[in-house]
């Protein structure tokens, strides 16, 4: 088992930038290639990010493409979300999630909600106009 717990969240004007934090228990966090997704009011999960095990890979939705980024501190258990350049059309629940595969590549698969084994419980980003 894995235990993920968002942070970090929170309220921010539109230009503006927050930092999520997932930290991790449970098992040894560096077998885990993490991501996260996001979830709109009235809307589906949606992928936003992820990065392999080793952090040597990133991906991300183009509709976060050089506004965030993903990170990993292995020593702490932790991955990041950084988020710059804030819209009122990122305002959603953030959820990191932990996938133990190792044999995935590419932005097609890691992508893909289901391979991800481990949820968190969500922070809650609201951005305004």
């Known amino acids: 088992q894995v235990q993920l717990v968002e942070s970090g969240g929170g309220l921010v004007q539109a230009g503006g930038s927050l930092r999520l934090s997932c930290a991790a228990s449970g098992r040894t966090f560096s077998n885990y290639a993490m991501g996260w997704f996001r979830r709109a009011p009235g809307k589906e999960r949606k992928f936003i990010a992820a990065i392999t095990r080793s952090g040597a890979n990133t991906y991300y939705a183009d509709s976060v493409k050089g506004r965030f980024t993903i990170s990993r501190d292995d020593a702490k258990n932790t991955v990041f979300l950084q988020m710059n350049s804030l819209k009122p059309e990122d305002t959603a629940v953030y959820y990191c999630?932990?996938?133990?595969?190792?044999?995935?590549?590419?932005?097609?698969?890691?992508?893909?909600?289901?391979?991800?084994?481990?949820w968190g419980q969500g922070t809650q980003v609201t951005v305004s106009s």
């Open positions: 999630a932990a996938s133990p595969a190792a044999y995935y590549s590419g932005y097609s698969q890691y992508s893909q909600g289901h391979i991800y084994t481990y």
